[in-house]
């Protein structure tokens, strides 16, 4: 028999679960839009990575710290997309602590080790060892695990010739070398086979000696010979600029002028990001700097438009020219939400085709991010139309630059008045130089045309 006035468990919980069971859904249903969102957000770079080789170096610390167990799981990932991996490795935590062992010290100059005898076996130590440890990570496989299913098969060999560094302001650097030759045709075979590589930096002399090499430099050869389309660096910390901002993107020349006057970056970031640069000049199309210590930072970073990190071009990845034909696709993306709600007039796609030539556009990494139209109009005067900008990338100046050429064109073509109509954005345009005009300043015939059922206001700015 049940006390008065209590509820017995099983009918509080459901009562609970039908109160909240509302609440539940929803939440179910953002998550799983928001999922569906990004997954399909992602497909472009899936298609363009698929086939493509990657080359991602990191150093010893990330296995040192027990970062790469973790990181196999995101290696995987890529793989399962089609990309060829080929991972890079350093080893100085490791050829560290086999140098305690033996109670001897490191030595360096100009920020190289000096590989001695003695450091040299600790070299080869540290590299075995941690070879065996990277293959054991990236054999895992357990059920109901990122890694179910995950068959990875891991190669390295001797693909690394290097030669003698020789004397350095006096002093003999030993068995620290550089790279002389990377075998590609030996990896592109492994890779072909559906092998990730594992490359780490140690070399080997055509007399059969043992080099110690820099793993940044190991990086870029291998990158460079291979073609690779990206070189991913995992430092740790990010590229930041003097107040402490993440820089996505930079070019080389941007990087270059940040590393010398950079004073907050660490000494492992600085490191990358001029290897980063040099890999860019050689002709590897993208280079990236990425935190190890974000969790996902590399998926993040390759699969979303934002990234996590920062790429380096050879040149700025952003271009504001004329339209095309090619690029009705692009300017329909951006204008039809836009017409749907009201905010631009409906054009079509035959009309936008017989206007394209109006169109300028600004893309950025071959991507249309925005565009706006220059119509003419009589009495030297023109119409700024159709600006818009995806709404990923608003709020980074887009707009400001759509209408700034829109304002140049106009004058060289000898424009003395723009106008435009808008329902949506007369602050925006008030806010940068326009003034509220009435409907009979416009010139004929765009006033007889004038849709009265829009009410767009008519805003003006002298040229």
Request: hydrophobic residues 45%.
């Amino acid at each position: 028999m049940e006390a008065s006035g209590l509820v017995p468990a099983w009918q509080s919980g459901k009562r609970l679960r039908m109160a909240f069971s509302p609440l539940v859904e929803r939440m179910s249903t953002t998550v799983h839009s928001q999922f569906v969102a990004w997954f399909r957000s992602a497909a472009p770079y899936f298609n363009a990575f698929r086939g493509k080789t990657f080359v991602i170096a990191f150093g010893g610390e990330v296995v040192a710290d027990g970062k790469f167990g973790v990181l196999t799981q995101d290696i995987n990932l890529l793989r399962s997309t089609g990309i060829r991996l080929v991972l890079v490795h350093g080893s100085r935590p490791q050829i560290e602590k086999q140098l305690k062992l033996r109670r001897a010290r490191s030595r360096y100059h100009a920020g190289m080790r000096i590989t001695d005898a003695v450091a040299l076996e600790c070299v080869k130590e540290a590299a075995g060892l941690l070879r065996v440890e990277l293959d054991a990570l990236l054999s895992q496989g357990l059920p109901n695990s990122p890694m179910a299913g995950a068959a990875i098969n891991t190669v390295s060999g001797n693909f690394i010739t290097a030669q003698p560094m020789g004397v350095l302001d006096g002093v003999d650097l030993q068995y620290t070398g550089t790279v002389r030759k990377v075998d590609a045709a030996a990896i592109e075979s492994c890779l072909a086979a559906d092998n990730l590589v594992i490359i780490s930096s140690v070399g080997n002399s055509p007399t059969g000696e043992v080099f110690n090499l820099s793993m940044e430099d190991v990086a870029v050869a291998t990158a460079k010979a291979l073609r690779a389309a990206k070189l991913v660096f995992l430092s740790d910390a990010p590229v930041e600029d003097a107040r402490g901002r993440l820089m996505p993107e930079l070019s080389a020349q941007e990087a270059e002028q940040l590393l010398a006057k950079g004073k907050n970056l660490t000494a492992d970031t600085r490191l990358y990001l001029t290897h980063a640069v040099e890999a860019v000049r050689a002709g590897v199309a993208r280079a990236h700097v990425v935190s190890h210590k974000v969790d996902g930072a590399l998926l993040l970073e390759l699969f979303t438009h934002g990234g996590s990190g920062s790429m380096i071009t050879a040149d700025k990845l952003e271009r504001l020219r004329p339209a095309t034909i090619d690029d009705i696709g692009g300017i329909l993306q951006l204008i039809e939400p836009l017409e749907a709600e009201g905010t631009l007039v409906y054009r079509g796609r035959e009309l936008l085709e017989r206007e394209v030539q109006t169109f300028f556009v600004i893309e950025h990494d071959r991507l249309i991010v925005g565009c706006a139209a220059l119509y003419p109009l009589a009495g030297k005067s023109a119409e700024l139309a159709a600006l818009a900008v995806r709404p990923e990338y608003q709020g980074r100046g887009y707009g400001e630059k759509l209408l700034e050429h829109g304002e140049v064109e106009a004058r060289q073509l000898g424009y003395k008045k723009l106008f435009v109509l808008t329902t949506r954005a007369a602050h925006w345009f008030i806010e940068r130089g326009f003034t509220e005009a009435a409907i009979g300043a416009l010139p004929e015939p765009k006033k007889s045309l004038y849709n009265w059922q829009r009410r767009s206001k008519v805003l003006l700015k002298k040229l």
